[in-house]
């Protein structure tokens, strides 16, 4: 921490008010973004921090003393034959695919330590879904015990989604004045997962730990380390990622999920428009904050000049731009940074232009994506700016064709790069204790290209096939090179794990469960209606007994629980759950002939943790292939149970977990053929010779 500190000139930025974000209840989180953001702004909001700031600032010299003094007493009454131990998540990474690459020679590194180490597959959290399954990984215990079973799920008051990973709200008290609504109190901003992350214990007994984008960290808890918070942090709209999209080509403007589709006119090789940022919540009828973006195209149509925020710059075609700074100016003297990168992705006959979303500036944060808070900004001072997204690969966007193949890989280039230099500053300074970074761009590529890997794929009707079919190999061995560097700086006291989430299949065929209820009496619809939109518009509650909603859950219509409730607890739940069990378990996709669903499994029968109650009833398990269509995950009813996938996100891994287990490689012997993620928080914490919580249910495999 120490080299972390010294000689750096940023101290100043102590000083900057923490802004707040606010999600609304109907964000669409993986499936697609919500929207909107809160700030904090009073002058006693503003006085009392620069008075707190001002003590950390002259106070941090003795602070600092006393803390590497109690970590230093603690370490010392443990023993521990490692020094160091680095694990290196690679999201998404395969088995089958590994084993394939390895046995072509591509991946020397990993054969490597498959022969002097271990290599086995990793059983993932069920659902084997991210957020599920990185929970895991850092606490050691199953959903029911850290209260993360999908990246969303339903409000029970409402039926609406809400982002299970955090819960941001406005502060309960505003002082009127004038045209602003002043915030007396605090925002909430809560992370909902539970237990209790690995490092946490490992500070407790003194042992500092770099934490670097692992998933559901955000917002990011205290601890004797260090931490930048992954997947599930916002932009800076509050959503889980909204680009922008401008065209002179009124045919090509849209209403799409994953971004904003603005028009715009060209006026002697001039347009004028913007750029649209957060709601202004400091006003009383405050709308979105927006910039002024000027673009001047040059008379030879072979590049603009971009004008925002006092910045000019200069982008031909096909090119991103660096990061660029955008200020959002609320009022009161406040500012609210972002950034974002440009990318023209044509100049004529018409003129598009694609923007990024919007993210928190890492060198002003508008709220905590680091621990400590200024810890962001030292690793943008170190290593430059960064996306800071919790999902950065705009996927919707490629899914959506507002981008192309190639455009998309560029950016997921430019965000590997970020991070592998990030990692590496990190690692060098870290040179005992825990590391650990987690890259996400592998998990990206595979759910965009794996229908690469099937020429019969759906997806690849009237797309490009042959170009890309090298794509995940690719970037399996990229990552085999970035192992190769790791293990380099690695002495016979170091312990370094290569670990996934999860593998990956075919999503061939989408699955409407909503629809399957519907035509099956289970879910009513009002008015006589057939069909129904996004988020379970036109549904009856009070004639509904069961609903889907996000990726792998069912959801029972529970009386005393969900708002309108029509099944009561005791036989009838217990009946209705076996009953739902018998029909499911084994579906036929009668149209191919496959069985697209596995198994149904009652959580209550899985689980056994405090938050079993916060469960779906029933979990899914699809089999290869399949998975919950598009329009089941955002709680639409169609005309057809099943439907070809034919988006670009092709690749899928909410199945039966048994399909998609991870990746563990190990520079050491374990002792076990058959590791579970719940595995890894018990082991690492053995290793620096700490007692390994009665809690956790993993059991050490070193």
Known sequence: MVRIMRGKKFFYLLFFITLLLSFADNVEAYIGPGAGFAFISSFFILFITFVLAVFYFITWPFRFAFKASVRKIRRNKIKSEIKQV????????????????????????????????????????????????????????????????????????????????????KASKVIPIGKYNLPVGKPKLKLLRKSKPFWTILGENGVFSSVIRVPITFPPEKFDGVLLS??????????????????????????????????????????DTYVSGPNNSLLKDGDELKVPLSIKISTDKKKAEISICR???????????????????????????????????????????????????????????????????????????????????????????????????????????EREKMFFKVLDRSPKGFCVCVFDTLDRVQHMFFRCLDKNHPANNGKETKKYENVIEDYYVRADKLVQRVL???????????????????????????????????????????????????????????????LAGIFINRKGRELHGIVNNGDELQNLKQELIKKLSGYIDE???????????????????????????????????????????????????????????????????????????????INTRFPDIKNIAPTIIKLFGIPVPAYMKGKPFI
């Open 591 to 669: 149209d191919v002939g496959k069985t697209a669903i596995r198994e149904i499994v009652d959580t209550e029968s899985m689980y056994s943790g405090p938050y079993t109650a916060d469960a779906p009833d029933l979990l899914v398990g699809y089999n290869a292939g399949y998975r919950t269509s598009w329009e089941c995950a955002t709680g639409r009813v169609t005309e057809l149970v099943f439907e070809d996938n034919t988006r670009r996100w092709s690749g899928d891994h909410a199945v039966d977990p048994k399909i998609v287990p991870g990746v563990l490689f190990v520079n050491k012997k």
């Open 311 to 417: 910045q000019t710059f200069e982008l031909e075609p096909e090119t991103y731009s660096p990061w660029i700074k955008i200020t959002f100016r609320p009022g009161l003297g406040i500012k609210i940074s972002g950034i974002c990168r440009f990318y023209i992705k044509s100049l004529t006959p018409d003129f598009e232009l694609y923007v990024t979303p919007i993210n928190i500036d890492p060198e002003k944060p508008a709220l905590p994506i680091s621990h400590p808070f200024i810890y962001a900004t030292y690793l943008s001072k170190l290593a430059g700016d960064y996306g800071t997204l919790g999902l950065s690969e705009d996927t919707w966007a490629l899914n959506e064709g507002v981008i192309d193949e190639n455009s998309f890989l560029k950016q997921t280039d430019l965000l590997y790069e």
């Open 86 to 169: 680095v694990v290196v998540g690679l999201d998404g990474m395969d088995p089958k695919l590994a084993r394939k690459f390895m046995e072509k020679g591509k991946l020397p590194t990993f054969q490597r330590l498959k022969e002097e180490g271990t290599f086995l597959p990793l059983s993932s959290s069920n659902p084997p879904i991210s957020p599920v399954a990185w929970s895991s990984f850092m606490t050691g215990v199953d959903p029911s015990y850290h209260n993360i079973f999908d990246f969303f799920t339903r409000n029970p008051r409402t039926y609406l989604p809400m982002l299970s990973s955090a819960e941001i709200g």
């Open 230 to 271: 992954g997947m599930c942090v916002p932009d800076l709209k509050g959503s889980q990622g909204m680009f922008s999209f401008y065209t002179t080509n009124g045919a090509d403007v849209k209403n799409e999920k994953g971004g904003v589709h603005y028009p715009v006119t060209l006026k002697e090789n001039k347009i």
């Open 488 to 550: 380099k700086k690695a002495d016979d006291k170091t312990v370094v794990m290569v670990m996934s989430d999860h593998g990956f299949t075919q999503f061939k065929r989408g699955v409407n469960l909503n629809t399957w209820f519907f035509q099956n009496g289970y879910l009513a619809l009002k008015d006589g209606k057939t069909i129904s939109g996004d988020w379970f518009k036109d549904v009856d509650w009070k004639k509904t007994r069961a609903f889907s909603l996000a």
